[in-house]
């Protein structure tokens, strides 16, 4: 039986052999995350659950074309090892996972797959798209969620004009609009802690990053910024699959 279902974790083989079947999962998406700290209060699994949560969306709105991959839970993020709780795969490791999910998934018919990342660490996957296009005869895209937002939409939209920062006003928002529960700001007390961050690059910028998402993210944002990720992917995929979603 044929269901609204689009990820394929949640279905079962019959009816996965079903969609094929019938032509359905011609594009899929694989998203890509990472578990990695997102400061104080932000859940470790945030870029994994917002590049699911757009791909999951998008594959609704263009059903029954897309199917979604399992998520790639953990990505390149040797530069928050630091912090508690990061785990990280070397660049060739991540490289070789995404490729070997791209064969499966060409091996079973699907003809176009976009890579939907959701962490910046991930984005020298994107030179490969070349190579792993050429060597699975179909065509692989990469795009990281964000690049749906030109310089002034981020600025119209997001009161520190920052996007996506890191664990700042951007993805907290999303966090409060499509998951609240991976958001804890109960007992944070960020000014109270002494850290000694060892990273330069982002010792001034964590206090930064932990103020714009404690003082200015709303579950409002998130939904408007999720809403034309949603969007900008979609086109992505009907232009991939040959069509329009619009
Ligand atoms: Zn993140």
Not at 108 to 123: C, D, K, R
Not at 124 to 149: E, N
Not at 183 to 210: A, K, L, M, N, T
Request: net charge negative.
């Amino acid at each position: 039986m044929i269901t609204g279902e689009t990820r394929l974790w949640k279905l079962t083989r019959k009816q996965v052999r079903e969609h094929m079947r019938d032509g359905h999962f011609k594009g899929a998406i694989l998203p890509t995350g990472s578990t990695e700290q997102h400061n104080e209060h932000l859940a470790m699994e945030h870029d994994t659950a917002s590049a699911l949560h757009v791909s999951h969306q998008v594959s609704l709105a263009l059903y029954p074309s897309v199917l979604v991959a399992t998520p790639m839970p953990v990505g390149i993020s040797e530069h928050w090892m630091e912090w508690r709780g990061t785990l990280s795969l070397r660049p060739d490791t991540f490289t070789a996972v995404a490729f070997d999910t791209c064969e499966s998934l060409q091996r079973h018919g699907v003809e176009h797959v976009l890579i939907v990342n959701g962490h910046a660490g991930n984005g020298p996957l994107g030179q490969h798209m070349d190579d792993f296009s050429q060597k699975l005869g179909i065509d692989v895209q990469f795009c990281s969620y964000w690049q749906a937002y030109s310089r002034e939409y981020v600025e119209e939209h997001m009161e520190s004009g920052d996007c996506p920062a890191h664990a700042a006003e951007f993805e907290t928002s999303v966090a409060l609009a499509a998951f609240p529960e991976n958001v804890h700001w109960q007992g944070v007390d960020y000014d109270s802690e002494s850290f000694d961050i060892q990273s330069e690059g982002y010792r001034e910028r964590d206090p930064v990053y932990h103020r714009a998402a404690r003082d200015l993210a709303t579950p409002h944002k998130g939904r408007v910024m999720v809403d034309t990720a949603v969007e900008w992917v979609a086109d992505k995929m009907s232009e991939m699959m040959g069509s329009t979603s619009s």
